[in-house]
């Protein structure tokens, strides 16, 4: 009975229905492709720059001084070079460098007997020479003196002739002489006049060919000359002289040191006048010329000056360039000194501008690390840049005034476009 009534109370429960597993899968990768969305969405984390290790500068906006820099020296606006006339021995030395020394002093003394056996035998060829002249003249003058005596001669003979022609014509047209007569008078002074022409025409060729062997003997006599005066000056250069008044500052040779021609002997300066030489890059000597401002720093005082002249050519990648200085120069400064320069190129009134960046060049674009406001990150940017000077350059586009960029050299980072400075 009891189980009659449990069975006829028991409800039977509806029974859920099962979800299709195609469904599941569908969800599941819709999840998936969601979550790989937005995962790619996301920016990368920006790699973390130390803040002390770069260099900060904030773009700025007024004038601007456009200057390049470069080393040199200081170096003597005159210098004497000695260089050796002829080979020789050097067989004393006088004066040391650092002297004083005058025009008319002996630094050193040079031998070779060469050189004055030289001088002996072009003095011989000289005094030979010129006795051949004096003979040669002489000889000339007596052959001339004599055809001049033959001329006076025949001159006197057909002057005689011409009268007795005259005379005889005169007698013969008063009948007092025959005609024969009278025709070998005329004859004769013909002949006469004839003789004495030839002897003037030899005479003439005679003084013209005795000046021109004089001269051609003359001429041989100033070539030996100046062959002897030049061996002479070859035996004086053994006696090597300052040559002008101030200091010497070279003289690299020894006792005994032979020296061929061409070789230095010594070098004499002027240290009161010195001059600034330079050398800057032949990128930025570009705008470089004569008569800009400039200083000089001698690591003693910072001198005023102005551009001289500029090389014409670039030499190893710089180009020279010579300041002149005042006289007054600070105490220290001496030739060979190394120095320090600023040319002035010209000054800008109002212009942006900002540090120079690491491996920047005027007139370029390149990319910058600019800082967000408020922040700590540097997003890269591109910047075109104008001028340049020293320290900075001009912002032609791409930053303004406020912003504030990295100017060191990150190259380490060309793969990422920002940076997070902590």
């Given amino acids: 009975?009891?189980?009659?009534?449990?069975?006829a109370v028991d409800i039977?429960?509806?029974?859920?229905?099962?979800?299709?597993?195609?469904?599941?899968a569908?969800?599941?990768?819709?999840?998936?492709?969601?979550v790989t969305v937005?995962?790619?969405?996301?920016r990368p984390a920006a790699p973390t720059v130390d803040k002390a290790s770069v260099w900060l500068d904030t773009v700025k906006r007024g004038p601007l001084?456009?200057?390049v820099k470069g080393t040199g020296s200081l170096v003597p606006e005159s210098i004497r070079w000695l260089t050796a006339d002829t080979a020789g021995r050097v067989e004393r030395i006088h004066v040391r460098p650092g002297a004083t020394v005058t025009a008319g002093t002996v630094l050193l003394e040079l031998s070779n007997p060469d050189v004055q056996l030289q001088a002996l035998e072009a003095e011989r060829q000289l005094a030979s020479a010129e006795g051949d002249f004096l003979e040669l003249r002489e000889t000339l003058q007596t052959q001339r003196l004599s055809q001049q005596a033959t001329v006076a001669a025949l001159t006197a003979e057909a002057s005689d002739a011409t009268r007795r022609s005259q005379a005889n014509t005169a007698l013969f047209?008063?009948?007092f002489v025959g005609d024969l007569e009278t025709r070998q008078t005329q004859e004769k002074a013909q002949e006469a006049s004839q003789r004495l022409e030839l002897e003037?025409?030899?005479l003439d060729v005679m003084s013209q060919s005795l000046r021109q062997r004089l001269a051609s003997q003359q001429e041989q006599v100033e070539r030996l000359k100046a062959v002897a005066r030049f061996r002479r000056q070859q035996v004086e250069s053994m006696k090597v002289l300052a040559g002008e008044d101030g200091v010497l500052q070279e003289l690299p040779l020894e006792l005994g040191q032979w020296v061929t021609p061409g070789v230095l002997l010594a070098k004499v300066v002027k240290p009161e006048r010195l001059k600034a030489e330079l050398r800057i890059a032949e990128t930025q000597a570009r705008d470089i010329l004569p008569g800009l401002k400039?200083?000089?720093?001698?690591?003693?005082g910072i001198v005023e000056g102005t551009v001289a002249r500029v090389a014409p050519a670039a030499s190893q990648g710089t180009v020279r360039v010579e300041v002149s200085l005042p006289d007054a120069l600070p105490k220290g400064a001496r030739p060979d000194l190394t120095v320090e320069g600023t040319v002035e190129l010209e000054r800008l009134d109002d212009v942006l501008s900002v540090g120079r960046p690491a491996g920047a060049q005027a007139e370029s674009t390149l990319a910058l690390f600019r800082l967000l406001p408020g922040g700590d990150e540097a997003v890269r940017i591109p910047v075109k840049l104008g001028r340049g000077s020293v320290n900075a350059v001009e912002v032609v586009q791409g930053l303004a005034e406020g912003d504030q960029v990295v100017l060191s050299d990150m190259t380490a980072w060309d793969a990422v476009e920002r940076v997070r400075l902590r």
């Avoid at 009975?1 to 069975?7: Q, T």
């Avoid at 039977?12 to 599941?24: E, I, Q, T």
């Fill in 38 to 42: 937005g995962l790619s969405r996301l």
């Fill in 12 to 24: 039977p429960k509806a029974r859920k229905p099962r979800r299709k597993p195609y469904l599941l």
């Fill in 294 to 300: 400039a200083q000089v720093d001698t690591r003693n």
């Fill in 173 to 175: 047209q008063k009948s």
């Fill in 65 to 67: 001084v456009r200057q």
């Fill in 26 to 34: 569908a969800v599941g990768l819709a999840a998936l492709v969601a």
């Fill in 200 to 202: 003037r025409q030899r």
């Fill in 1 to 7: 009975m009891r189980l009659a009534m449990h069975r």
